[in-house]
């Protein structure tokens, strides 16, 4: 069982960044592939960005491509996204999941566990 918090949301202006974290509980969480989703009002739940268990390999989503990264501090079971050069259209509930899966996962059902989310909210 793995239990995840999100945290590091808020509000900002475009073009601004912001660091999302998300602290992962167990003793098993260096062996999950972790990645982070993102909900806008009235739209599915979309991928951003995975990273392998070892933090060696990671994939984006192209829209985030170059402006988002997403790491992970094994040590401290926290996955993060820092995300610079921000969007309006970037503004969702964020969310980050883990997934026993040897790939990167981007699909919704490959992931086992997910945070609450958290607000992202970008003002033009």
């Known amino acids: 069982q793995v239990q995840l918090v999100e945290s590091g949301g808020g509000l900002v202006q475009a073009g601004g960044s912001l660091r999302l974290s998300c602290a992962a509980s167990?003793?098993?969480?260096?062996?999950?592939?972790m990645g982070w989703f993102r909900q806008a009002p009235g739209k599915e739940r979309e991928f951003v960005a995975a990273?392998?268990?070892?933090?060696?390999?990671?994939r984006y989503a192209d829209s985030v491509k170059g402006r988002f990264t997403i790491s992970r501090d094994n040590a401290k079971n926290t996955v993060y996204l820092q995300m610079n050069s921000l969007k309006p259209e970037d503004m969702a509930v964020y969310y980050c999941?883990?997934?026993?899966?040897?790939?990167?996962?981007?699909?919704?059902?490959?992931?086992?566990?997910w945070g609450q989310g958290i607000q992202v909210t970008v003002s033009s």
């Open positions: 999941a883990a997934s026993r899966a040897a790939t990167l996962p981007t699909r919704l059902d490959e992931y086992a566990y």
């Open positions: 167990g003793r098993t969480f260096s062996s999950y592939a």
């Open positions: 990273i392998s268990w070892i933090g060696g390999f990671t």
